[in-house]
């Protein structure tokens, strides 16, 4: 039975993905990209985006972490440390979160997204400023500052866990990076702690 040429073009186009497009992929081996599948693999994608936390998050908890631990070497008092993590909390966040707000805005992103982006960075590091505070004061004075200290590693580590996912580079090496700088950062605030309870003593 005869088949008009353009009937038999448009059914070999269906048959293997269609288009130019679709030969291109045959000659180099590649599956053809139907659309549906491209479409949900972008809703994924877009389904959480980290830029909504990956500032906020790392502040709060290695922020928290060096005041707690800075703040015990100077023996300061538990009303103290949790005042100062208030101020962290909401203070601190919402000059940080207008920092942020005004460089997007300098790099152009569109106002909806930058404004989304500063509000959900704003609460992360206040939902984890809080838990802090929350854990400072459920513990005993003893323990306070080595169980407030293991839970921001422990933050620290999941955050960096799936920063390195979304990124395709090891886990390990980016949680080694990361531990590496909180470290040093405790490290300083400890010094600071010891050097005032030192000169006021």
Same mark, same amino acid.
């Given at each position: 039975? &005869?088949?008009?040429?353009? #009937?038999?073009?448009?059914?070999?186009?269906?048959?293997?993905?269609?288009?130019?497009?679709?030969?291109? %992929?045959?000659?180099?081996?590649?599956?053809?990209?139907? /659309?549906?599948?491209?479409?949900?693999?972008?809703?994924?994608? %877009? %389904?959480?985006?980290?830029?909504?936390?990956?500032?906020?998050?790392?502040? /709060?908890?290695?922020?928290?972490? *060096?005041?707690?631990?800075?703040?015990?070497? /100077?023996?300061?008092? #538990?009303?103290?440390?949790?005042?100062?993590?208030?101020?962290?909390?909401?203070?601190?966040?919402?000059?940080?979160?207008?920092?942020?707000?005004?460089?997007?805005?300098?790099?152009?992103?569109?106002? %909806?997204?930058?404004?989304?982006?500063?509000?959900?960075?704003?609460?992360?590091?206040?939902?984890?400023?809080?838990? &802090?505070?929350?854990?400072?004061?459920?513990?005993?004075? /003893?323990?306070?500052?080595?169980?407030?200290?293991?839970?921001?590693?422990?933050?620290?580590?999941?955050?960096?866990?799936?920063? *390195? #996912?979304?990124?395709?580079?090891?886990? &390990?090496?980016?949680?080694?990076?990361?531990?590496?700088?909180?470290?040093?950062?405790?490290?300083?605030?400890?010094?600071?702690?010891?050097?005032?309870?030192?000169?006021? *003593?």
């Amino acid at each position: 039975m &005869f088949v008009p040429h353009d #009937k038999r073009h448009r059914s070999g186009a269906a048959l293997y993905g269609g288009g130019a497009g679709a030969a291109v %992929r045959r000659i180099a081996g590649r599956p053809p990209v139907h /659309a549906p599948a491209a479409s949900a693999a972008a809703n994924s994608d %877009r %389904r959480f985006d980290l830029r909504c936390v990956s500032f906020g998050s790392p502040a /709060a908890i290695v922020t928290s972490m *060096a005041l707690i631990v800075g703040l015990d070497a /100077a023996t300061a008092t #538990k009303a103290s440390v949790v005042g100062s993590l208030l101020i962290i909390a909401l203070a601190d966040n919402l000059t940080d979160s207008l920092s942020v707000h005004i460089y997007q805005e300098s790099e152009r992103m569109p106002q %909806r997204q930058a404004l989304y982006t500063t509000v959900a960075n704003f609460f992360a590091r206040a939902v984890l400023s809080f838990s &802090f505070i929350l854990l400072f004061l459920l513990l005993p004075p /003893a323990v306070a500052s080595i169980g407030c200290v293991a839970w921001g590693f422990l933050l620290l580590s999941g955050l960096t866990c799936l920063i *390195a #996912k979304a990124r395709g580079v090891s886990a &390990f090496s980016e949680i080694c990076k990361h531990a590496g700088v909180a470290c040093i950062v405790i490290l300083i605030s400890t010094a600071i702690g010891d050097l005032i309870q030192n000169v006021t *003593a």
